[in-house]
DNA sequence: AAATTAATCAACCGCCCAGTT
DNA sequence: GAACTGGGCGGTTGATTAATT
Protein backbone atom coordinates (compact mmCIF):
# COMPACT_ATOMS: atom_id res chain seq x y z
CA UNK A 1 0.00 0.00 0.00
CA UNK A 2 1.73 3.41 -1.53
CA UNK A 3 1.03 6.65 0.74
CA UNK A 4 -0.52 9.49 -1.06
CA UNK A 5 3.12 11.25 -0.99
CA UNK A 6 4.83 7.99 -2.97
CA UNK A 7 2.00 8.27 -5.34
CA UNK A 8 1.61 11.99 -6.15
CA UNK A 9 3.68 14.03 -7.69
CA UNK A 10 4.30 17.78 -6.52
CA UNK A 11 6.10 20.48 -7.73
CA UNK A 12 7.88 21.12 -11.07
CA UNK A 13 7.11 19.15 -14.17
CA UNK A 14 9.83 17.61 -15.81
CA UNK A 15 10.34 17.86 -20.23
CA UNK A 16 9.08 13.81 -19.70
CA UNK A 17 5.91 14.33 -17.78
CA UNK A 18 4.97 17.57 -20.34
CA UNK A 19 5.04 15.42 -23.25
CA UNK A 20 3.14 12.70 -21.49
CA UNK A 21 0.55 15.14 -20.59
CA UNK A 22 0.48 16.52 -24.16
CA UNK A 23 -0.22 12.90 -25.66
CA UNK A 24 -3.08 12.49 -23.40
CA UNK A 25 -4.77 15.30 -23.49
CA UNK A 26 -4.81 15.17 -27.43
CA UNK A 27 -6.13 12.24 -27.33
CA UNK A 28 -8.58 12.48 -25.02
CA UNK A 29 -8.94 16.34 -24.57
CA UNK A 30 -8.89 18.75 -22.17
CA UNK A 31 -11.72 17.53 -19.99
CA UNK A 32 -11.62 14.74 -17.26
CA UNK A 33 -8.41 15.42 -15.99
CA UNK A 34 -8.60 13.06 -13.22
CA UNK A 35 -9.14 10.39 -15.50
CA UNK A 36 -6.50 11.61 -17.74
CA UNK A 37 -3.79 11.86 -14.96
CA UNK A 38 -4.63 8.21 -14.10
CA UNK A 39 -4.50 6.71 -17.77
CA UNK A 40 -1.40 8.69 -18.73
CA UNK A 41 0.46 7.19 -15.23
CA UNK A 42 1.46 10.54 -14.40
CA UNK A 43 1.18 10.73 -10.72
CA UNK A 44 0.03 13.88 -10.78
CA UNK A 45 -3.55 14.79 -9.71
CA UNK A 46 -5.74 15.86 -12.28
CA UNK A 47 -6.00 19.50 -10.75
CA UNK A 48 -1.95 19.52 -11.44
CA UNK A 49 -2.25 18.33 -15.19
CA UNK A 50 -5.09 20.49 -15.81
CA UNK A 51 -3.04 23.79 -14.45
CA UNK A 52 -0.01 22.79 -16.16
CA UNK A 53 -2.26 22.40 -19.37
CA UNK A 54 -3.69 25.82 -19.39
CA UNK A 55 -0.84 27.56 -17.60
CA UNK A 56 2.02 26.35 -19.87
CA UNK A 57 1.37 23.35 -22.39
CA UNK A 58 -1.63 24.98 -24.09
CA UNK A 59 -0.45 25.56 -27.66
CA UNK A 60 -2.38 28.40 -27.77
CA UNK A 61 -0.56 30.74 -25.34
CA UNK A 62 1.54 33.50 -25.93
CA UNK A 63 5.13 34.02 -24.39
CA UNK A 64 6.95 37.05 -23.58
CA UNK A 65 6.14 40.42 -21.81
CA UNK A 66 2.29 41.87 -21.95
CA UNK A 67 2.03 44.45 -24.51
CA UNK A 68 1.27 47.85 -24.10
CA UNK A 69 -2.61 47.28 -25.77
CA UNK A 70 -2.75 44.20 -23.19
CA UNK A 71 -1.51 45.85 -20.25
CA UNK A 72 -4.37 48.82 -20.81
CA UNK A 73 -7.05 46.26 -21.32
CA UNK A 74 -6.14 44.23 -17.96
CA UNK A 75 -6.17 47.47 -16.44
CA UNK A 76 -9.35 48.40 -18.20
CA UNK A 77 -10.80 45.26 -17.35
CA UNK A 78 -9.35 44.49 -13.68
CA UNK A 79 -11.20 48.33 -13.31
CA UNK A 80 -14.73 46.64 -14.57
CA UNK A 81 -14.16 43.03 -13.02
CA UNK A 82 -11.79 43.32 -9.91
CA UNK A 83 -9.62 39.94 -9.64
CA UNK A 84 -11.91 37.98 -12.09
CA UNK A 85 -8.64 36.96 -13.64
CA UNK A 86 -9.67 33.99 -15.76
CA UNK A 87 -12.46 36.21 -16.88
CA UNK A 88 -10.30 38.97 -18.01
CA UNK A 89 -7.79 36.50 -18.89
CA UNK A 90 -10.48 35.72 -21.78
CA UNK A 91 -10.13 38.72 -23.57
CA UNK A 92 -6.49 38.45 -23.72
CA UNK A 93 -6.37 35.61 -26.65
CA UNK A 94 -2.96 33.50 -25.49
CA UNK A 95 -2.85 34.61 -21.78
CA UNK A 96 -3.81 33.03 -19.03
CA UNK A 97 -5.19 33.58 -15.66
CA UNK A 98 -2.22 33.19 -14.01
CA UNK A 99 -0.17 35.04 -15.67
CA UNK A 100 -2.30 38.51 -15.72
CA UNK A 101 -2.66 37.67 -12.02
CA UNK A 102 1.51 37.78 -11.85
CA UNK A 103 1.69 40.83 -14.04
CA UNK A 104 -1.09 42.66 -12.00
CA UNK A 105 0.45 41.86 -8.66
CA UNK A 106 4.32 42.46 -10.06
CA UNK A 107 3.37 45.97 -11.79
CA UNK A 108 0.89 47.03 -9.03
CA UNK A 109 2.70 46.03 -6.18
CA UNK A 110 5.78 48.24 -7.86
CA UNK A 111 3.28 50.99 -8.60
CA UNK A 112 2.14 50.89 -4.93
CA UNK A 113 5.69 51.27 -3.61
CA UNK A 114 6.41 53.73 -5.82
CA UNK A 115 3.30 56.01 -4.69
CA UNK A 116 4.09 55.13 -1.33
CA UNK A 117 7.46 56.91 -1.67
CA UNK A 118 6.09 59.64 -3.11
CA UNK A 119 3.52 60.16 -1.09
CA UNK A 120 4.99 61.78 2.43
CA UNK A 121 6.18 59.05 4.99
CA UNK A 122 4.11 60.07 7.46
CA UNK A 123 1.40 58.39 6.29
CA UNK A 124 1.53 54.74 7.23
CA UNK A 125 -0.56 52.15 5.39
CA UNK A 126 -2.51 51.52 7.99
CA UNK A 127 -4.30 54.64 8.22
CA UNK A 128 -4.00 55.46 4.15
CA UNK A 129 -7.28 54.01 3.56
CA UNK A 130 -10.08 52.56 5.00
CA UNK A 131 -11.81 49.23 4.93
CA UNK A 132 -14.54 50.65 2.91
CA UNK A 133 -12.28 51.75 0.08
CA UNK A 134 -11.83 48.32 -0.63
CA UNK A 135 -10.91 46.09 -3.75
CA UNK A 136 -13.44 47.30 -6.25
CA UNK A 137 -14.94 43.78 -7.45
CA UNK A 138 -18.13 44.68 -9.33
CA UNK A 139 -19.84 41.03 -10.09
CA UNK A 140 -22.60 42.67 -10.83
CA UNK A 141 -21.17 44.50 -13.95
CA UNK A 142 -23.22 43.99 -16.82
CA UNK A 143 -20.91 41.72 -19.13
CA UNK A 144 -21.70 40.35 -22.87
CA UNK A 145 -20.73 37.07 -21.52
CA UNK A 146 -21.81 35.38 -23.96
CA UNK A 147 -19.04 36.97 -26.47
CA UNK A 148 -16.70 35.95 -24.29
CA UNK A 149 -13.96 33.09 -25.92
CA UNK A 150 -11.54 31.08 -24.67
CA UNK A 151 -8.05 32.44 -25.15
CA UNK A 152 -7.45 29.12 -26.93
CA UNK A 153 -6.33 29.57 -30.72
CA UNK A 154 -3.83 27.73 -33.32
CA UNK A 155 -0.21 28.42 -32.16
CA UNK A 156 2.88 26.52 -31.69
CA UNK A 157 4.26 25.21 -28.88
CA UNK A 158 7.13 27.23 -29.02
CA UNK A 159 9.56 25.75 -26.39
CA UNK A 160 9.63 23.51 -23.27
CA UNK A 161 12.32 24.94 -21.52
CA UNK A 162 11.89 23.05 -18.49
CA UNK A 163 13.15 23.30 -14.87
CA UNK A 164 12.43 19.65 -13.59
CA UNK A 165 14.09 19.53 -10.02
CA UNK A 166 12.94 18.57 -6.88
CA UNK A 167 12.27 21.19 -4.37
CA UNK A 168 13.10 22.05 -0.84
CA UNK A 169 10.76 23.59 0.93
CA UNK A 170 12.43 26.37 2.84
CA UNK A 171 10.79 29.11 4.82
CA UNK A 172 11.71 32.68 4.04
CA UNK A 173 10.88 35.58 5.63
CA UNK A 174 8.61 38.02 5.21
CA UNK A 175 7.44 39.21 1.92
CA UNK A 176 6.21 43.06 2.25
CA UNK A 177 2.72 43.73 1.01
CA UNK A 178 -0.33 42.06 1.23
CA UNK A 179 -2.86 42.19 -1.64
CA UNK A 180 -5.17 43.99 0.43
CA UNK A 181 -2.41 46.26 1.15
CA UNK A 182 -1.88 46.96 -2.83
CA UNK A 183 -5.47 46.91 -3.90
CA UNK A 184 -5.50 49.76 -1.11
CA UNK A 185 -3.04 51.53 -2.50
CA UNK A 186 -3.82 51.67 -6.02
CA UNK A 187 -7.53 51.89 -5.82
CA UNK A 188 -7.80 55.25 -5.62
CA UNK A 189 -4.92 55.94 -8.16
CA UNK A 190 -5.78 53.54 -10.93
CA UNK A 191 -9.66 54.46 -11.37
CA UNK A 192 -8.61 58.44 -12.30
CA UNK A 193 -5.91 57.06 -14.90
CA UNK A 194 -7.98 54.68 -16.68
CA UNK A 195 -9.17 55.21 -20.29
CA UNK A 196 -11.28 53.17 -22.67
CA UNK A 197 -9.43 51.15 -25.39
CA UNK A 198 -12.40 49.94 -26.65
CA UNK A 199 -12.24 51.84 -29.97
CA UNK A 200 -9.09 49.49 -30.92
CA UNK A 201 -10.21 46.63 -29.42
CA UNK A 202 -12.73 44.17 -30.66
CA UNK A 203 -14.89 41.15 -29.48
CA UNK A 204 -13.71 39.77 -32.96
CA UNK A 205 -10.58 39.92 -31.87
CA UNK A 206 -11.32 37.57 -29.46
CA UNK A 207 -13.29 34.93 -31.26
CA UNK A 208 -10.91 31.94 -30.83
CA UNK A 209 -12.02 28.57 -30.87
CA UNK A 210 -10.03 25.53 -29.49
CA UNK A 211 -8.27 24.21 -32.28
CA UNK A 212 -9.01 20.25 -32.56
CA UNK A 213 -6.86 17.58 -31.86
CA UNK A 214 -4.53 18.02 -34.06
CA UNK A 215 -1.99 20.76 -33.19
CA UNK A 216 1.49 22.45 -34.07
CA UNK A 217 2.74 20.97 -30.26
CA UNK A 218 1.54 17.50 -31.65
CA UNK A 219 3.75 17.36 -34.03
CA UNK A 220 6.33 19.19 -31.72
CA UNK A 221 6.22 16.09 -30.22
CA UNK A 222 5.28 13.01 -31.72
CA UNK A 223 9.15 12.14 -33.38
CA UNK A 224 10.07 11.87 -29.93
CA UNK A 225 10.22 8.97 -28.38
CA UNK A 226 11.67 7.84 -24.97
CA UNK A 227 10.57 6.47 -21.72
CA UNK A 228 10.81 7.02 -17.91
CA UNK A 229 12.42 4.35 -15.63
CA UNK A 230 11.46 1.92 -14.80
CA UNK A 231 8.19 0.69 -13.86
CA UNK A 232 6.99 4.45 -13.20
CA UNK A 233 5.45 5.42 -16.56
CA UNK A 234 6.17 5.61 -20.29
CA UNK A 235 5.70 7.35 -23.01
CA UNK A 236 2.62 6.28 -24.98
CA UNK A 237 3.47 6.94 -28.82
CA UNK A 238 1.28 6.03 -31.83
CA UNK A 239 2.93 2.48 -33.58
CA UNK A 240 3.98 1.79 -30.46
CA UNK A 241 3.02 -1.84 -29.26
CA UNK A 242 2.26 -0.60 -25.93
CA UNK A 243 0.29 2.14 -27.07
CA UNK A 244 -3.28 1.89 -25.47
CA UNK A 245 -5.83 2.11 -28.37
CA UNK A 246 -8.30 4.93 -28.56
CA UNK A 247 -11.25 2.55 -27.71
CA UNK A 248 -9.33 1.42 -24.90
CA UNK A 249 -8.74 4.32 -23.56
CA UNK A 250 -11.80 6.43 -24.28
CA UNK A 251 -13.75 2.90 -22.57
CA UNK A 252 -11.32 3.71 -19.80
CA UNK A 253 -12.43 7.44 -19.92
CA UNK A 254 -15.90 6.71 -20.24
CA UNK A 255 -16.40 3.63 -17.83
C1' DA B 1 33.30 38.37 -7.61
C1' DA B 2 30.22 37.60 -3.90
C1' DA B 3 26.23 38.82 -1.40
C1' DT B 4 21.89 40.77 -1.24
C1' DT B 5 17.57 42.30 -3.00
C1' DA B 6 13.94 42.54 -6.34
C1' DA B 7 11.28 40.67 -10.05
C1' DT B 8 9.20 36.96 -12.38
C1' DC B 9 6.62 32.96 -12.91
C1' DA B 10 5.29 28.06 -12.09
C1' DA B 11 2.73 25.49 -9.06
C1' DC B 12 -0.17 24.32 -5.05
C1' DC B 13 -4.11 25.02 -1.88
C1' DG B 14 -8.67 25.64 -0.55
C1' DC B 15 -13.07 27.02 -1.74
C1' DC B 16 -16.97 27.10 -4.72
C1' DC B 17 -20.06 25.72 -8.32
C1' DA B 18 -22.15 22.82 -11.73
C1' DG B 19 -23.11 18.39 -13.29
C1' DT B 20 -24.07 13.65 -12.17
C1' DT B 21 -25.81 9.84 -9.54
C1' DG C 1 -33.59 16.87 -3.44
C1' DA C 2 -29.30 15.36 -1.20
C1' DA C 3 -24.70 13.63 -1.71
C1' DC C 4 -20.83 13.18 -4.38
C1' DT C 5 -17.37 14.40 -7.78
C1' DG C 6 -14.73 16.94 -11.09
C1' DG C 7 -13.34 21.11 -12.73
C1' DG C 8 -12.55 26.09 -12.36
C1' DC C 9 -11.09 30.09 -9.89
C1' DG C 10 -8.60 33.28 -6.88
C1' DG C 11 -5.08 33.62 -3.52
C1' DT C 12 -0.69 32.44 -2.09
C1' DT C 13 3.86 30.38 -1.88
C1' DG C 14 8.37 29.40 -3.25
C1' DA C 15 12.09 28.64 -6.71
C1' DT C 16 14.70 30.80 -10.11
C1' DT C 17 16.68 34.61 -12.51
C1' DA C 18 18.12 39.36 -12.94
C1' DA C 19 19.68 43.52 -11.05
C1' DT C 20 22.03 46.03 -7.65
C1' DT C 21 25.30 46.93 -3.98
Avoid at 85 to 91: C, F, G, M, V
Avoid at 98 to 104: D, L, R, S, T, V
Wanted: aromatic share 10%; with cysteine; proline share 4%.
Amino acid sequence: MKTVDEEVRKGPWTEQEDILLINFVHLFGDRRWDSIAKVSGLNRTGKSCRLRWVNYLHPGLKRGKLTPQEEKLVLELHSKWGNRWSRIARKLPGRTDNEIKNYWRTHMRKKAQEKKRAISPSISSSNYCSSSSNVTVMNSFPVQDSGEASFYDTGGLDKLDLGGKNIEVVKEGEKGYSMDDIWKDIDLSEKSNITPIYGSYSEESCNFSYPSVASPSWEYCSDTLWRLDGEESKLFLPGDESFPSYEDARAFLTG
